[in-house]
């Protein structure tokens, strides 16, 4: 017994450094980093996560093995063991911080990340890890890799839609036809902002909350518009006519003005782009023209159509021009026998 009071210290000793490290010194790291601003703090603590505790346990436990009194084949095998854990250990947090900073990276060029690249990446780093924790204790990757390459051929055959639908989600995210954050429509006439692109579908939120699941390679073929390229800026367009006595040099300067001000309220970094008019028919009740100004993204149409409509219609009658409509004359004979 008294052989074993090491072996069993070391263990408790683990376990106790493990919920020290954990509770209190990692939790005051994670503070201290949170309050400093750190850049990638976050995915790296949350990567660390649990991973003290684990690592000082199985110091304890290596310690406990070597220290018992155990023969030398047993202390071998439980060394193995232990190597394995704790490699298999680093292997997952490699694995998600190789995935957290493709998040940030991308979030950071392209404005929002798609799961898809993350998932690919943090799938690398843990088939690579695993293939070197084989080798590490003794077991020779190389047949390995070979029966999958072979067994991969079987399973490409079976899995061809999953396939498909994976290689058209990497299509559409390096031709940068498409990326989260961007608002589509697509040909069935649906459309919404794109909130992720997975392995297998691309998701799109519309305006209602309710999300369109669309497969991967159906999105590839399909014919859609997205309002988010070239750029995010649109031109809105409004219809309007004005009565056959207007001023039309007054129409147009009212109208710009309300433009301007419709602007300034909904994009005020595009002020520099100059709402104009264009007239352009001779209606049967009025002379039409067509407003023409520059609004941040797609949706901002709505609210911007909804202000300039109000604000328009006060102006007008403010200065007396008048948006006429449809009048039908309507004559009824009385034919007395």
């Given at each position: 017994?008294?052989?074993?009071?090491?072996?069993?210290?070391?263990?408790?000793?683990?376990?106790?450094?493990?919920?020290?490290?954990?509770?209190?010194?990692?939790?005051?790291?994670?503070?201290?980093?949170?309050?400093?601003?750190?850049?990638?703090?976050?995915?790296?603590?949350?990567?660390?996560?649990?991973?003290?505790?684990?690592?000082?346990?199985?110091?304890?436990?290596?310690?406990?093995?070597?220290?018992?009194?155990?023969?030398?084949?047993?202390?071998?095998?439980?060394?193995?063991?232990?190597?394995?854990?704790?490699?298999?250990?680093?292997?997952?947090?490699?694995?998600?911080?190789?995935?957290?900073?493709?998040?940030?990276?991308?979030?950071?060029?392209?404005?929002?990340?798609?799961?898809?690249?993350?998932?690919?990446?943090?799938?690398?780093?843990?088939?690579?890890?695993?293939?070197?924790?084989?080798?590490?204790?003794?077991?020779?990757?190389?047949?390995?890799?070979?029966?999958?390459?072979?067994?991969g051929i079987a399973v490409?055959?079976?899995?061809?839609?999953t396939l498909a639908n994976?290689?058209?989600?990497?299509?559409?995210?390096?031709?940068?036809?498409?990326?989260?954050?961007?608002?589509?429509?697509?040909?069935?006439?649906?459309?919404?902002?794109?909130?992720?692109?997975?392995?297998?579908?691309?998701?799109?939120?519309?305006?209602?909350?309710?999300?369109?699941?669309?497969?991967?390679?159906?999105?590839?073929?399909?014919?859609?518009?997205?309002?988010?390229?070239?750029?995010?800026?649109?031109?809105?367009?409004?219809?309007?006519?004005?009565?056959?006595?207007?001023?039309?040099?007054?129409?147009?300067?009212?109208?710009?003005?309300?433009?301007?001000?419709?602007?300034?309220?909904?994009?005020?970094?595009?002020?520099?782009?100059?709402?104009?008019?264009?007239?352009?028919?001779?209606?049967?009740?009025?002379?039409?023209?067509?407003?023409?100004?520059?609004?941040?993204?797609?949706?901002?149409?709505?609210?911007?159509?909804?202000?300039?409509?109000?604000?328009?219609?006060?102006?007008?009658?403010?200065?007396?021009?008048?948006?006429?409509?449809?009048?039908?004359?309507?004559?009824?004979?009385?034919?007395?026998?």
């Amino acid at each position: 017994m008294i052989d074993w009071i090491l072996p069993l210290a070391l263990i408790i000793s683990g376990l106790l450094f493990g919920v020290i490290g954990e509770k209190f010194i990692f939790k005051r790291l994670k503070l201290f980093a949170s309050k400093k601003n750190i850049p990638g703090s976050e995915i790296i603590f949350k990567s660390l996560q649990r991973m003290p505790f684990i690592w000082f346990v199985l110091a304890g436990f290596l310690g406990a093995i070597i220290s018992a009194p155990l023969k030398p084949d047993i202390i071998n095998l439980l060394q193995k063991i232990i190597t394995v854990a704790f490699l298999f250990s680093v292997t997952l947090v490699l694995a998600r911080l190789t995935a957290g900073f493709v998040i940030l990276y991308t979030h950071r060029t392209e404005g929002v990340t798609a799961s898809l690249i993350s998932n690919v990446a943090k799938t690398a780093v843990l088939v690579l890890g695993t293939l070197i924790l084989l080798q590490t204790v003794g077991i020779q990757i190389t047949p390995i890799v070979t029966t999958l390459g072979i067994g991969g051929i079987a399973v490409g055959l079976a899995l061809q839609d999953t396939l498909a639908n994976l290689f058209s989600g990497f299509y559409l995210i390096l031709s940068k036809q498409v990326k989260t954050g961007d608002y589509v429509k697509l040909d069935s006439g649906h459309e919404g902002y794109i909130t992720d692109i997975t392995w297998r579908n691309t998701t799109i939120k519309e305006f209602s909350n309710n999300v369109i699941i669309v497969p991967n390679s159906k999105l590839a073929s399909a014919i859609f518009t997205n309002y988010h390229l070239p750029v995010k800026e649109i031109t809105l367009t409004m219809n309007v006519g004005v009565s056959y006595d207007s001023d039309l040099e007054q129409v147009e300067r009212i109208t710009v003005e309300v433009a301007k001000e419709v602007m300034q309220e909904i994009a005020p970094e595009l002020t520099a782009n100059e709402p104009y008019i264009r007239f352009h028919t001779f209606g049967d009740f009025s002379i039409d023209f067509t407003l023409y100004m520059r609004v941040s993204e797609y949706f901002d149409q709505r609210i911007g159509k909804h202000l300039f409509v109000k604000k328009l219609h006060k102006r007008y009658q403010q200065a007396g021009i008048s948006i006429p409509f449809p009048v039908r004359d309507v004559y009824v004979q009385n034919n007395n026998d």
